[in-house]
């Protein structure tokens, strides 16, 4: 069965850090694209980075741009998001997504761009 399984959200305090896991079960994520998102209390899911198969990323909120980072494991099945120097702002649920289509050279920043997701983890940053 396929599952993608969400770890490491929690409350931090603005200008701390996070990481978050994204662990896959019934499927090789070496060969799938992964994406990040989160959605904000009142507002609607918004792409953050994604990562192809072959390493390379993109970041879609230009807001994260210089704090967080996308980067794969595939000896762990993993795919992870460093988020640093926090901001209230960034407080949400956060989920990632994979998907296998053009997964060597491209990965999505929208939501129908990907077949399959995890379950959600809050991050919320508040002093």
């Known amino acids: 069965q396929l599952q993608l399984v969400q770890s490491g959200g929690g409350l931090v305090q603005p200008g701390g850090s996070l990481r978050l896991s994204c662990a896959a079960s019934g499927i090789d994520l070496a060969y799938d694209a992964i994406g990040w998102f989160r959605q904000a209390p009142g507002k609607e899911r918004q792409g953050v980075l994604c990562?192809?198969?072959?390493?390379?990323?993109?970041t879609y909120a230009d807001s994260v741009k210089g704090r967080f980072t996308i980067s794969r494991d595939n000896a762990k099945n993993t795919v992870y998001l460093q988020m640093n120097n926090l901001k209230p702002e960034d407080t949400a649920v956060y989920y990632c997504?994979?998907?296998?289509?053009?997964?060597?050279?491209?990965?999505?920043?929208?939501?129908?761009?990907?077949?399959?997701w995890g379950q959600g983890t809050q991050v919320t940053v508040s002093s």
């Open positions: 997504a994979g998907t296998n289509r053009d997964s060597d050279v491209f990965c999505s920043g929208l939501s129908a761009g990907y077949d399959y």
């Open positions: 990562i192809t198969t072959r390493g390379d990323s993109t």
